[in-house]
């Protein structure tokens, strides 16, 4: 059985590009301003939710969640589109910042069911 793929954020198919945590004031190492994004709430969820009650009977519905991008603030470029790498070491504030995204969006997601 494939698993479906959960884009975390914006992908190249998405009609905008953003991320969760967009902040205009800088660097957010803690995440503060982690928000989804309307297209979650309106789109991924509500598809997810029904594919999910779709396969209830067959094993449940297992997901493949990946992100396109991480926030451009993270990024040595600065810029959402392009193949720039994140800032900094491996054990550095920026990598421990892109584990915190992804932290927050697998709790965000949980707490929608």
Request: charged residues 20%.
């Amino acid at each position: 059985i494939h698993s479906p793929l959960v884009p975390i954020a914006a992908t190249d198919f998405s009609l905008r590009v953003y991320t969760y945590d967009d902040n205009q004031n800088g660097e957010d190492f803690n995440m503060t301003f982690f928000a989804l994004a309307n297209d979650d709430y309106q789109h991924k969820i509500p598809y997810l939710k029904q594919a999910m009650e779709l396969q209830k009977d067959n094993g449940g519905l297992k997901l493949f969640a990946t992100p396109w991008t991480p926030p451009f603030w993270m990024k040595d470029d600065v810029n959402f589109k392009g193949g720039a790498m994140i800032k900094g070491g491996e054990d550095g504030p920026y990598y421990s910042s892109y584990a915190k995204y992804f932290v927050k969006f697998f709790e965000a997601y949980l707490a929608e069911g």
